[in-house]
Each structure stands twice: as C-alpha cells, then as structure tokens.
C-alpha cells in the first residue's frame, strides 16, 4: 500500500482530491435530499391509495426542483416582532450540521490517486462518533432559536419542545452507541467499519441488537420524525417552529430536515450494519442501506399516530435511557469475561 | 417561582384540528391547560331566524347546511318535526320510512367515517385519514345517484321523498355495506392495537356518567360514558322499532372508549341498512295528504288539476295548526331536535334547532381541564364537533 | 405491542402495491355526473324557442332568490319570458326550480365545472341557459 496521501506530501493533489470528495458526497446529499421528497410524497400516496406528483416531468420526476424554485422565488417575509438576527440565522444553523455530519461517514475502502493513497471519507476523525453527537446537538440550536425568534407562542412551543426532546434522546442515542465503540475500541467510523468487516455476522446489528433498536428509535426522535415530530407537529402547534417562516428560509428547515434522515441513516447503516460492506462496490452499499433506512422512516410516517410530549419524555428517560446503559453493563460484561 | 406564569394561546378559529372556525382561548402554565375558553360564532349564518321568513317547504334546504357532515339526518330530523306538526306522521308511506331510516344510517356512517379520519389525522395517524375518505367517497356516489348532490342531498319531503330510488341503487348499498366491515377492520388493524393510538386516548378527555347527563351530551359521546340512551330505541320514529340493532355503550367514557363507540355504532348500522333493504318493498314514496304534498309530474304536465295543485302548494305552502311540537332523532352526533311553533300561517313562527355540537362542546373546557396541549386536540377530535351546527 | 405495530405497517404496506390507487386524475379525466345530478341549469328549448312560459313557479320556490323572471307576449299572444336569468353566486343547486316547474322547461345538467373570472360570467341569462 503507498504512502497516504496528506497536506504535507503533495499539497495540490490533497486539495483537489479533498474539494473533489467534497462535492461528490455533497451533491449527492443534496439528489438524496430532494428526491427523498418526492419518495416520501410517492411513497405516502400510495400507501394513502393516491397517486403522488404525477403532473411535473415524467411520473412528476420534476416535483422537488419545481418546489425548490417556487420556494426560491416566493417573498421572503420576516415578522415585524421577529428577532431579526436569530431568525435569519436559525435556519443556516440547523442545515450547516445536518450536512456537514456526512463528512466522517465512510463511503468506500481506499483507492490509490497519484500514487498516494487516499480513503473514501472526507475527515477520517479519530472521534468520529463524538463529532456526530455534537453536530446532532448542535442542530438544535437552529430549532430553539427558530423558536423564540419568531415571536409566535406557537412556535415558541415547538422549540422547547425539540430542546427538551433533544436532550432526552441525545443521551439515549449515545448511550446506546457506547457499546457500539467498547466492542470496536475506536471512535473513529473508518476503524468501526474495519471492525466490521469480516463478512455479514461481523456486523453490529447482530451483535448488539438492543443498541441497533434504540438508536434508530431513538434518531427517529432526534430527526424529529412521526411518530416523535412534535416540534412541528402541524395538528397541534400548526408546524411548530417554522411557523413564521416563508421562501427559502423554510426550505432550508425542509432541507435540514431530510439530510438529517439521510446523515442518521447513513450513520446507522456505518455502525450497525458495516457501512459500504456488502456486495455491490462500496459507496453502492451505502446507499442501498441509507435508502433502505429512509424508506423505513417513511413507511413509519405513514402507519403510526404521534407520541404526547410527557409520554415521549417519559419513554427516553425512563425506558431508553436505562435499557442503554444495561446494554453498556451487558456489553461490558461480555467484553471483559 | 412566586407567580405562576400562565401563556394565553389564541387556538383557532384559523387552526388546522379545530375542525372550522371554533376559536379557543388556551390558558397554558408550561404546556398544560388552565383553562380552555370555547368561542362560537364565526360560522353564524341565522338559519333560524332565515326559515320565519320562508315557506316549511323552503326551508328545507337551510338545514342541509347545518351538520354538512351528516345532511339527510338533518333533513331527516325536519320532516319529521314538520309531519307532526301537521299531523300527516302516520300517512308516511312505508317505502318512504324504510329509504329514510336506510339513508340515516348511510348519513350515519359518513359522518362517523369523517369523524375518524379527522380524529386519526389530529392524532397523526394520517393514513386512516385518507382510508375513511374512500369509503365516504362512495358513499357520496350514492348521494349524488339518489338526489343529485353529493353533500347538501336535500332530499326528503314534508310527506315522503322527492324521487323514487335510481335503478341499481340498492345493489351499490348491498355491495358497500358487506364491504364496509372490512374497512372497519382495517382502521381498527392501524389504530386499536396500536400503543401509541392507546397511549394518546385511554383516559384522556375522561367524563363520567353523570357530568355527561348533566352538560346534555347526547350520541356516541354518552353511551361511550355508561349511559344507555339512543333515541332510535327510546323514542322511535321513521319506523325505528321494527328494526334489530344493538345500542354500543361503553363504560369510561374517555376518547378511546368514544372512539370504539362510534365504530361499533358504524358496524350496527350496517346491520340496520341491510334489514331496510331486506324489508324495501315497491310503493308510493309520498304521503296521501294532497295539501301538503306536491303533486307527480306527469300528472301537472298532463292535467289541468294537478296543474292547480302545483301552483296552490308552491305559492301558497301548507299551513299547520297554531300549536308547538319537539321532534328529536338520533343523528350522528347525538339529539338533534326541531322545535317547531306554528301561528297558522305558511312559515314557520319559530324554529328551534338543538344541536348536538352545540351542546356536546358545553363538555370541552372541563373535559381538557388538567390535561396537555397535545390533548386538547384529542378532545375536540372525540366530541367530533361541527361548527355549521353549532353556530347555525 | 410489537404485534399490533407490525400489523399497522402490513396494511400500509399492502396499500403501497399497485392497484389501490382511488385517485382520479382531475383535469385529465373527468368524472361522470350521475343522472340526477344538480348542477348547471337548462332552459329546455322547444320548436324555435324556449319551453318556458313564464309561469313565476320557480322564483317563487326558489329558497336563494337567484332566478329573475319576466313575462311578455309574443305576437300570437302567447306567454314567454322575455328576461329569464339565474344567478349562480345566490344559486344553492337544491333542485325546487325543477322540481316546480309544470312544463318541464328548466332542468339541470351534469355540468359541474362552474368557476369564471368575473362576476358578470355568473349571471347566466336566457341565451346562456338555453345552450
């Protein structure tokens, strides 16, 4: 194997190998992004006996790029009473960590570029998973901000709900992964994946399926998805914390919301089920199981009613929480003995 | 903290679960209701002040428009306050009782049907929002085949019916109501077994017995509180008493317990539109009373009489007795009554009309008292309100 | 728990396969009115102009108050209304005008498609209504 490729060893080549990277995970965030839309809408209408988007483009393939420039092109409104500041920024800071989370995910092994060699990630960190819960708690930041700075009761309901349920759900999503890197003995994803690369049953889902339940779950939570979407929950809080918000600020808040899916299934898929493993080549791998996920948040979205508020707290700290720390005591036991 | 902060919340009359322009003032400490402040009114439109100053006959569409959700029972409801009035109730014919009673408990399922579809989507089960829609649509098909309209049908008479069933209509009815348990199935198979369905209404909006006869709730709303009271055994009209059907009351009376009410009243009715069919035989769909009811028209086309008739009934209307009467039916919502006073003359004096919205909203405010933001929207799903009616 | 979560993601998913879709596809296809259906109304035509002999029934029974009448004469001293309009804002579509009618010259057709641009488009005079 060559040498790896860094800053130090031929700065232009790891430049444009790192911009190139770059832009290929983000474009096709952003093609999964705006066609998770149109799935969903496809998806929930026929499981609703309707038909979807059918009139823009062919089978209505158009519909999400026809949204985005409506939404584009629409008045950009901003409450007379709005904390002017906090309410342009909250929506860059909920979409800046829904995308820029991807960038630890592994999408491949190594491929050799110029003779050096260069891995199929963008930012290898050597605490990857600390990275990811920080920019999940990060994002946040974006909802309570949107919240309060819309000057609406409604909204300003919706953001606390989504800081509360955030901190609930945080811990238990965290918890729950700890027994994920006690079985790898690294944080970083690149050697979790590694860890889990001795064929199918290497897999983590199979070693520690109560941690593979609860994290999805409890990201089902954190993405802020039915049946856990109470900060916007449109029957209740009519939309919650994007009430006030029009044009492309709110479809920013659209966007987040799907590359948050899709950087929530691409993280599962990378510590539960061996990230690009499999057997198409890599980054192939990953997307079929990232589609597979987002079909599944979907599919649920579809089907199940939406939690209360109390009983929702009550299920992250009195059910999850302590069910993810047995798991740690569980794990550590086998670990050790 | 010294001093409780209490948020007001302005929910409505523009908010998406307040099923039309019902406004409440929410006084929240965190996110539980202090107090919960119905207002009314946004959808007032003088119904009864309307009908003192048209003909019974023309007032007949004024109440479609009351409960848009369930036309024909209101209707129903009219007609018959207006037959006793006038004293025709035994002339109805009984092709014309048995189509009425089959048509109520049609209106019946739709307005349940409409019922849960908004409750689920306020709940956020939004799929069975749409499931119901189908089988409403069908049913709508059916009104649109009987009267030509697929909401405000219009379509009993003072006497009878306007028209005759199309041919092949009791086939579509057959063939919806054996469908029709099976679709009840299938909301059942998304919501009834399902935790979070159960966790989102077993004991919220709870009433018991006696709070409910004291408020006046009337319908699903009471029965599912213990009370075992439906107007269709208890005070039969249209023929009611001829027919089997049991009367679903539950014991807790929260919104799970209403929910399996109305269900199960939705399967009962079924049973109740298949014994009319069974029981439809041909014959006069008016009443013989010619001072009342118009005439047929190949007999104002082709004779000079039935011309004279026609032109003394619309321009001139019935005219009752002086006298007042109460006529409450069943409709879907529970007692909806016609309090009828006439002065002689071709309209009528006073119209009361009691709605049960109306009176079931009364329940609201103790009914969320305590309970969560989240179950306000329950509650106002469970009572299963419509604002065309209470507002009138 | 687990069972009845199952079961609810089974039905959604049957739905998901083809052939279970109720949408019809509005302004492509179009849905046949059923025969009795109240909507547009028709002044009936008979020989060389309309049926209707200016009778009064129908703004009589008219619970909305949208139909205008007003009788003349022809030259064989025949009744005929020389103004007949409805004005489908006030129109409720509830079918006495029809029903009232002792000559059968108004009915309603299946036309349901009644949305225009200007007030002016809603008053439907005789000429329209006889088309």
Not at chain 1, 277 to 300: D, E, R
Request: some cysteine.
């Amino acid at each position: 194997m060559p040498e790896m490729l860094s800053l130090s060893n031929d700065p232009i080549l790891f430049v444009t190998v790192m911009l190139a990277k770059i832009l290929a995970v983000f474009i096709v965030v952003i093609l999964i992004v705006a066609y998770a839309t149109y799935a969903e809408r496809k998806i929930i209408g026929r499981m609703q006996t309707r038909l979807g988007p059918t009139m823009t483009g062919p089978l209505g393939l158009l519909q999400p790029i026809a949204d985005g420039l409506k939404l584009f092109f629409k008045e950009d409104i901003i409450p007379a009473q709005a904390s002017k500041f906090a309410f342009v920024l909250a929506p860059m800071m909920i979409l800046v960590p829904a995308f820029i989370t991807i960038a630890v995910v592994p999408f491949g092994g190594n491929v050799v570029v110029g003779g050096y060699t260069v891995p199929l990630q963008i930012a290898d960190l050597n605490v990857g998973i600390l990275y990811i819960l920080a920019m999940a708690g990060l994002g946040v930041y974006g909802i309570v901000l949107a919240g309060w700075a819309s000057n609406n009761k409604y909204s300003l309901l919706g953001g606390v709900r989504s800081a509360a349920q955030m901190i609930s759900y945080e811990l238990a999503a965290g918890l729950s992964i700890i027994s994920v890197f006690m079985l790898s003995e690294t944080l970083s994803l690149r050697g979790i994946v590694e860890a889990q690369a001795g064929g199918i049953t290497d897999w983590y889902i199979f070693s520690q399926p109560l941690a593979f339940c609860l994290f999805v779950i409890t990201s089902l939570a954190e993405v802020n998805r039915t049946p856990f979407d109470l900060p916007e929950a449109e029957t209740e809080l009519v939309s919650g914390f994007c009430t006030e918000y029009s044009s492309m600020k709110y479809a920013l808040f659209f966007m987040a919301e799907y590359a948050n899916m899709v950087v929530i299934s691409a993280v599962t898929a990378t510590l539960f089920l061996g990230g690009p493993a499999g057997p198409f080549p890599g980054a192939i791998n990953l997307l079929l199981k990232i589609f597979f996920f987002m079909f599944v948040f979907i599919w649920i979205r579809a089907t199940f009613p939406r939690v209360k508020y109390n009983q929702l707290m009550y299920m992250g700290w009195k059910i999850f929480l302590p069910l993810a720390l047995l798991n740690i005591v569980i794990t550590g036991a086998v670990v050790v003995f | 903290m010294a001093k409780k902060d209490i948020m007001t919340i302005n929910m409505g009359p523009q908010h998406p679960s307040t099923h039309g322009v019902l406004q409440l003032i929410l006084e929240l400490d965190g996110e539980t209701v202090v107090k919960a402040t119905p207002h009314i009114g946004f959808l007032h439109r003088g119904v009864e002040k309307l009908s003192e100053n048209r003909s019974y006959h023309r007032a007949l569409p004024l109440t479609d428009r009351l409960d848009y959700l369930a036309p024909m029972s209101n209707n129903l409801g009219y007609v018959l306050a207006v037959e006793k009035l006038l004293g025709i109730t035994d002339l109805i014919p009984e092709r014309a009782k048995v189509v009425r009673v089959m048509m109520a408990e049609l209106t019946r399922i739709k307005s349940h049907l409409v019922w849960l579809a908004t409750h689920a989507l306020d709940i956020g089960a939004m799929t069975v929002f749409l499931y119901c829609f189908r089988e409403r649509e069908a049913i709508m098909d059916m009104y649109e085949k009987l009267s030509g309209a697929r909401m405000t049908s219009n379509y009993f008479r003072v006497g009878g019916l306007s028209l005759d069933l199309p041919e092949g209509f009791e086939k579509d009815v057959r063939s919806f109501i054996d469908a029709m348990p099976g679709h009840i199935e299938t909301y059942e198979g998304l919501l009834t077994g399902n935790k979070i369905w159960q966790k989102r209404t077993i004991g919220v909006a709870k009433i018991d017995a006696d709070a409910a006869i004291d408020i006046g709730l009337t319908g699903p709303a009471l029965r599912a509180s213990g009370v075992d009271w439906d107007l269709r055994r208890d005070n039969p009209y249209s023929g009611y008493e001829e027919y089997e059907f049991q009367v679903v009351t539950r014991q807790n009376g929260d919104t799970f317990d209403r929910y399996k009410a109305r269900l199960d009243e939705m399967r009962e009715s079924c049973k109740i539109i298949r014994q009319a069919l069974d029981k439809l035989q041909p014959g006069p769909i008016l009443a013989d009373a010619p001072a009342v009811c118009l005439p047929p028209k190949e007999k104002v086309v082709n004779s000079i009489e039935g011309l004279i008739h026609q032109f003394k009934i619309i321009t001139e209307g019935f005219k009752p007795e002086p006298g007042e009467i109460y006529q409450g039916v069943e409709a879907p919502k529970g007692e909806l009554g016609y309090y009828l006073v006439s002065d002689g003359s071709a309209n009528p004096y006073r119209m009361k009309i009691r709605p049960p919205s109306f009176v079931n909203l009364q329940a609201l405010p103790q009914m969320v008292e305590g309970a969560l933001l989240a179950d306000v929207i329950a509650a106002i799903g469970t009572l299963d309100i419509v604002l065309g009616e209470i507002d009138r | 728990m687990i069972k009845e979560f199952i079961q609810g993601l089974s039905i959604t998913a049957k739905h998901l396969l083809p052939g279970n879709s109720t949408t019809v596809e509005y302004p492509k296809v179009k849905l046949e009115a059923s025969e009795r259906f109240r909507g547009l109304h028709r002044l009936v035509p008979a020989h060389n102009r309309e049926k209707c002999v200016a009778c009064y029934l129908c703004p009589t029974v008219c619970p909305a108050k949208c139909i205008t009448v007003e009788a003349g004469e022809d030259e064989n001293g025949v009744k005929y209304p020389t103004v007949y309009q409805i004005d489908m804002l006030r129109c409720i579509f509830c079918g006495y005008c029809v029903e009232a009618c002792p000559v059968e010259a108004i009915e309603m057709t299946g036309e349901y498609e009644l949305a225009n641009y200007k007030r002016e488009d809603f008053c439907f005079t005789k000429e329209r209504l006889l088309k």
